[in-house]
């Protein structure tokens, strides 16, 4: 079946499927990953800075909760779908499985575009998004975060919002939120710097030297340009960077520190001197040892797949390979990490955020890297060792890591009443 043919949500359940059959999973549990838990529309409107007001469309999924609070984050996006936001809530059911820190998968969104809105216009379109949604919400039920289209400022209001209409600050109630109100350091660069380990782990896997690596990164949103920066430290050469506005290449390394100065000034990397200017898709097929796709999903396919020239595929972002394309990947010696395992730093280090409000307690930023590189270690060389037993790529192994984890926790937990 073709990218055209079959949804976002559907390519999650053909692999969650998949595993299911090569665990031998009983096809109640498989039939229940196969479906999101709760599934929250709101419509509601926002008053605008011109006076007039709009009706804005919002959802709240939670696919599932059975190992723990439901937890995902917020997007912000006109093109974002109710079957897209299935797909993303799916997805960190598995990510925190996988990494096997006791949350469930939830996802929201709002089809809008910040870029085009004020940050009034934003605010009150996050509180009353947030007054829509607070039926599910909470620090023992639903925990949202930033995602596309959102920042710690959004989680702020988010947090506010929430603590009144209880009476009291809940910070536990959002993950992502600036320091000032009980965010976690580490947490802004956390995906990023997941995305760093992974490259590492990957790279000693296919007998390569970190440092000295040629690496071309696909969008320079939080994910790529932390995921960027944090390479060139480990004396990666950063030789092609691109975002929606355009893309740079240079072999001898594009300047990081000045191209991520550029596009906070600018808005986008376009314009940047320093390099030749690529396309998106251009920069998917240049010869390099590491490509961390950190855009959109659905980025390599079918069709470009057996042009892809990198040694290793870290995916910072979510979905960005589609299951025909991973499979042409794997055909071809690419080593990929997938996405619930390579972009699982900021769920990881949402949980440590979650727990220090909790405990009214707080770590350096230190400690929660050595916690964040000793959990994601422990997570890639638990797939990796089930990939190697079952004869598989990692993308698959990854998905039976955390479906038997989920499974375990349906079959103990049994069926209600």
Request: hydrophobic letters at 40%; charged letters at 20%; proline letters at 4%.
């Amino acid at each position: 079946m073709s990218i055209a043919t079959i949804n976002s949500f559907e390519r999650v359940v053909s692999q969650i499927n998949l595993a299911c059959e090569r665990l031998g999973v009983a096809d109640i549990y498989r039939l229940r990953l196969a479906k999101c838990e709760r599934e929250l529309r709101v419509d509601f409107p926002v008053k605008m800075d011109d006076r007039t007001a709009r009706i804005f469309t919002g959802f709240r999924i939670q696919h599932s909760d059975i190992r723990g609070p439901a937890k995902g984050g917020i997007r912000y996006h006109p093109d974002v779908t109710l079957d897209e936001t299935r797909a993303l809530a799916a997805r960190m059911t598995l990510k925190t499985a996988v990494v096997n820190i006791p949350y469930g998968g939830a996802k929201g969104a709002v089809i809008c575009d910040p870029g085009l809105m004020s940050q009034d216009e934003l605010e009150r379109l996050t509180r009353r998004y947030t007054a829509e949604i607070s039926i599910l919400i909470g620090p023992e039920s639903d925990i949202p975060a930033p995602d596309m289209g959102t920042n710690p400022q959004v989680m702020a209001w988010i947090m506010d919002t929430y603590s009144m209409t209880k009476g009291y600050s809940v910070p536990a109630v959002v993950t992502g939120k600036p320091i000032e109100i009980g965010g976690s350091k580490g947490r802004f660069e956390a995906t990023g710097r997941g995305c760093l380990i992974s490259a590492g782990l990957a790279a000693k896997q296919r007998g390569l030297s970190l440092g000295g690596s040629t690496v071309a990164v696909q969008g320079f949103g939080n994910v790529g340009s932390a995921a960027a920066k944090l390479l060139a430290r480990e004396d990666c050469k950063i030789i092609a960077v691109s975002d929606i506005s355009g893309g740079f290449y240079n072999a001898n390394g594009l300047d990081i520190e000045g191209l991520m100065k550029h596009s906070k000034e600018t808005g986008g990397v376009a314009g940047f001197r320093g390099g030749d200017s690529i396309t998106n898709a251009e920069l998917l097929t240049l010869p390099c040892d590491i490509l961390v796709p950190a855009a959109m999903e659905n980025q390599i396919t079918a069709a470009n797949a057996s042009q892809v020239k990198a040694k290793i595929v870290v995916e910072g972002a979510n979905g960005p390979t589609t299951p025909e394309a991973s499979r042409i990947l794997h055909d071809d010696g690419v080593f990929v990490v997938p996405d619930i395992l390579a972009n699982t730093g900021g769920v990881i280090v949402s949980y440590f955020e979650w727990v220090q409000n909790i405990e009214s307690f707080f770590w350096e930023e230190e400690e929660i890297n050595i916690k964040l590189q000793k959990i994601m270690t422990n997570a890639f060389n638990e797939v990796l060792e089930i990939g190697r037993a079952e004869k598989t790529d990692m993308r698959t192994a990854a998905y039976m890591v955390a479906v038997k984890r989920v499974v375990a926790a349906l079959s103990v937990r049994g069926i209600y009443p």
